[in-house]
């Protein structure tokens, strides 16, 4: 992933605990001292980050559970600055997964709770709870059209392929199991996209309604699917099976403009950021945001103090004892160039990724939960 990012002219590089203690270290303080833009790493990176400035977190696959995916995402906006997380979500991630979670305790309950988070479309009551989360939903900000869909009869189609299987002593994948309805459930097979079975199956295994058994071989451990324990409640109509579809994207796109986020950065921001990083390098490669945080930097440029005083109440005395002067010195300067802002300000979109990319100065840490021996 580093090198296509590499290929694209994206300043990137990777993190992994097979690497040289010393190689790691490299890695992690051109990340701190923004000389690289992106770091592609596993979990092997740590949960010891201290960036503030971390724009993105992006999951190149799926955490093991809700908790860790917490603790991941976490490292976004520790500024308190807009930062976002982005999950590559997809059903055929699940049995991979689950047959390296499956031997921990509570190893599988943890990876289905965060698979049905991911599955969850219609489920927006953190926004009914917290207001300030509004926008911050991809189907929201989007203007996805989502709607439930009855498919009880493809899931009980399933469970009787399930149970022939098992009373032949065979075993079946995923994979294996959509084959087997499309062969011999053609016209109903067709009414769901391959991308909803796997969907379905998901969302049965989750509801264990089938459950996952796994078999060890000489080189990997396979995940089969099963009847689970609710299989008669389904299989006897006592319960229906409803699916969340996304049937494609509302006309009305007033929404997705609506909740568009973006960060100026105002051309007083840009020579602080300078600054900051020209003050890091002379003190000794401390980090830049040691110097100034990005919040300090937004709060320098809308205020423009002129005294060491009012420059102590937004940064302290240390800092203000420390690099004071030269603070002083280029608010002074650029107030002297211009009134206001430099009329070539910066706009950066979060929205879009590949503008946030451009920017030296905007990290993203690109998850993975691959297992980092």
């Known amino acids: 992933v580093a090198h296509e990012l590499r290929q694209r002219g994206i300043s990137a590089d990777y993190y992994h605990a097979d690497m040289d203690v010393n190689a790691r270290e490299k890695v992690h303080m051109r990340w701190s001292n923004n000389k690289l833009q992106v770091i592609v790493g596993t979990v092997a990176f740590g949960m010891g980050i201290n960036k503030p400035d971390v724009r993105f977190v992006i999951h190149h696959s799926l955490s093991k559970s809700m908790e860790t995916y917490y603790q991941e995402s976490g490292r976004a906006g520790r500024d308190g600055l ?10 055929g991630d699940v049995p991979r997964q689950s047959s390296m979670v499956f031997y921990e305790n509570s190893g ?9 988070y991911c599955q969850r479309l219609f489920n927006h009551v953190k926004l009914k709870v917290f207001p300030s989360f509004s926008g911050m939903c991809d189907n929201c900000a989007y203007g996805r059209d989502l709607k439930e869909v009855d498919v009880t009869r493809h899931a009980k189609v399933m469970i009787s392929i399930l149970q022939e299987v098992r009373e032949s002593e065979q075993r079946a994948t995923m994979l294996q199991l959509m084959d087997k309805v499309k062969v011999k459930h053609k016209e109903l097979a067709s009414e769901l996209k391959r991308e909803e079975s796997e969907q379905l199956i998901i969302q049965l295994l989750v509801d264990r309604v089938l459950k996952e058994e796994f078999q060890h071989t000489a080189y990997t451990t396979n995940a089969y699917v099963t009847i689970g324990p609710l299989w008669k409640q389904v299989h006897t109509g006592r319960k229906t099976v409803k699916l969340e579809i996304c049937s494609g994207i509302k006309g009305n796109t007033g929404n997705k403009k609506g909740t568009k986020r973006t960060v100026s950065l105002s051309g007083l921001e840009v020579k602080l950021d300078e600054l900051r990083r020209e003050l890091s390098s002379v003190h000794g490669g401390i980090f830049p945001h040691s110097v100034l945080s990005t919040q300090q930097i937004s709060m320098l440029s809308s205020q423009k103090p002129t005294s060491n005083e009012q420059l102590e109440s937004i940064i302290g005395k240390l800092k203000t004892d420390k690099y004071g002067s030269r603070i002083l010195e280029q608010i002074q300067n650029y107030v002297g160039q211009s009134d206001g802002d430099l009329p070539n300000e910066v706009d950066q979109s979060e929205k879009r990724p590949s503008k946030i ?17």
Not at 357 to 373: C, H, M, T, W, Y
């Open 82 to 91: 807009p930062s976002e997380c982005l999950l590559y979500f997809r059903p």
């Open 108 to 116: 599988l309950q943890n990876l289905y709770d965060i698979v049905r």
């Open 357 to 373: 990319f451009k920017r030296q100065n905007a990290p993203v840490l690109i998850e993975s939960s691959e297992d980092e021996g």
